[in-house]
């Protein structure tokens, strides 16, 4: 009897937690969007197919184009689907923003409206993409729910409540002009909550994991401000972050840098704080009458074989996005000391060593609260179980 109660309380203390998350999910969905550009009402956005292409204004400059490309499209869905007509895709010389088509190819397009019975003015956007993103959405949910079964689906609910707070809250909230560091925090600590007590429920291991790991995310805040105020970077070393000033929004970019650094090695950091309270939990359930002080060291040793390994995660993570930049650089052989003296790359410096001293100190902090929290809990529940 004692032993079905348990069961059906452990079940709860993740079910609640779900539907919770579940309906701020719903909720974050209806929230309307407060940055609407009223210029995209006045076109529809529509997939076609192309048909021909004429490439006749079309001029070359070695391995770039610029000029326009004449396509003759049918549109395949939206008002005006089965309609054929000629689109333009305009090239400005920049193979990393152009595209070129083919007859064949799928594209998306905008549609600015008729004159009489016929599509007047349509702009080729981009190559049609959007099948092959939710096809590789769908295989990843559908591996996820077959290897990971209810904990899976779990992961797919906390996988979407962050995309919808970062879209819904975090960037609506540093576009309106409030205080970024604060909101920063406000949304990483509201992540990391919702994301560990998906894993866990509302238990002990959830407020371990949690404290250990909001405790990572803060020291990672706190040598973000100090360190990027001593190398005095300015926060226009984020892509297309300069052009937001340029459009009449007053923001501090500086600090919007500071709050994307912990951001985003608070999803490392959740792991390691997650890994270390499961280890010690394991250890604590095989030998409840282990003392604090070896869990502790139990959490410790597993800490360190962990950061083996996760103290070159976020440098690969960084370093991949700027390989193209470290190939100029060295190409035309620019001295190692210049290099990391330039402010992108030391903006990239200081996310790599500043988010690896929070995974570093995560470990400890997440053994020791780990060990705090489970190890006179586990004992207390032997005892009652044994006299049930």
């Given amino acids: 009897m004692i032993k079905q109660y348990y069961n059906k309380c452990v079940a709860s203390k993740s079910f609640i937690p779900t539907v919770v998350v579940l309906l701020a999910v719903l909720g974050l969905l209806m929230l309307p969007d407060r940055f609407v550009n009223p210029v995209y009402s006045q076109f529809e956005t529509s997939k076609v197919r192309v048909i021909s292409v004429n490439n006749n204004g079309i001029q070359r400059a070695g391995i770039v184009a610029y000029g326009e ?39 998306l397009v905008t549609v600015g409206g008729v004159q009489g019975q016929g599509v007047y003015k349509i702009s080729m956007v981009d190559h049609y993409r959007l099948n092959y993103q939710v096809l590789l959405a769908g295989a990843f949910m559908l591996l996820l729910i077959l290897l990971a079964g209810w904990i899976g689906v779990r992961a797919i609910l906390a996988f979407l409540f962050t995309v919808l707070c970062i879209w819904k809250m975090l960037i ?51 040598l973000a401000i100090i360190f990027v105020s001593m ?6 070393v984020m892509d297309y972050s300069e052009s937001l ?33 499961s280890a010690v939990y394991e250890v604590i359930e095989a030998n409840p009458a282990i003392s604090k002080a070896a869990a502790m060291k139990a959490g410790l040793n597993v800490g360190r074989t962990v950061l083996g390994t ?22 035309q052989g620019t001295p190692v000391l210049n290099i990391l003296n330039l402010n992108y790359i030391a903006a990239e410096v200081l996310n790599t060593m500043i988010g690896s001293f929070g995974l570093i100190t995560v470990a400890p902090f997440t053994a020791v609260t780990s060990a705090t929290l489970l190890v006179g809990s586990k004992n207390r529940e032997a005892r009652a179980f044994a006299q049930g």
């Fill in 69 to 107: 490309q004449r396509c003759v499209v049918e549109l395949q869905d939206g008002s005006y689907k089965g309609t054929v007509a000629e689109a333009m895709n305009m090239l400005s010389g920049s193979l990393g923003t152009d595209k070129q088509y083919q007859a064949g190819d799928i594209a």
């Fill in 172 to 222: 609506p909230f540093l576009l309106a002009g409030y205080q970024p560091i604060l909101c920063g925090l406000l949304v990483t600590v509201i992540l990391t909550t919702v994301i560990i007590i998906l894993v866990y429920g509302f238990d002990r291991r959830f407020i371990a994991a949690t404290l250990g790991s909001l405790l990572g995310t803060g020291l990672t805040a706190l």
């Fill in 231 to 236: 190398s005095k970077i300015h926060g226009a």
């Fill in 245 to 277: 000033l340029y459009t009449g929004f007053q923001l501090n970019l500086t600090e919007i840098f500071i709050a994307s650094i912990f951001i985003a090695s608070s999803g490392a950091v959740m792991d390691i704080a997650v890994d270390i309270t």
């Fill in 310 to 331: 996760m103290s070159t995660t976020l440098l690969l993570a960084y370093s991949g996005g700027y390989i193209g930049l470290l190939m100029v650089f060295v190409a």
